[in-house]
């Protein structure tokens, strides 16, 4: 069986003429694309500044200890583990928490655009039938959401980089 398409073409379907677009597989094949293109762009947005805060957090390793790790013989895994990698914690820390709240902003924009579902689509339909109470509980939902995601990053460096209290009081 042969249909014309859009582009002037000619598709040659199987025995059944049925296209895998509108089989169950075809449906979930294109919300898997969906919802994996959401999460890319959430992911890309939240990478870029954990990267650049890591890169400078291991730029501003203090040479000192380089070279005194060095002087005691550590091998260069010894002294990535040992040395670079808890000098970058905070800087990775602070990167972690830019990249919590570009996150946040890609998901809201994401579910605004193209998922139906979540806070963006609750915050997109409300204001496009004029509900303005309910933008604002979503708007404030969304900041404390955003405020306990930063909270639960600070707790977790709080603790990891407890060393730092401690050198501080030293």
Partial sequence: KAAATPGGGVRRSGGSGVSAA???AGVLGTFNGV???ALFLIGLGAFYPIVVNTTHGVRDTNLLLLRAAR????QPG???AKVVFPSALPSIFTGMRL???VAWTAVIVAEMIAVK???GYVLWDAYYVGRMD???ATMISVGILGFISDRIIVIASR???RWRTLEAHA
């Fill in 71 to 74: 002087m005691m013989g550590a």
């Fill in 134 to 136: 309910i933008c604002v």
């Fill in 99 to 101: 990249g919590v709240g």
């Fill in 159 to 161: 603790f990891v980089l």
């Fill in 35 to 37: 919802i994996a293109s």
């Fill in 78 to 80: 010894t002294i990535l």
């Fill in 22 to 24: 509108t089989t169950g």
């Fill in 117 to 119: 579902s979540g806070l």
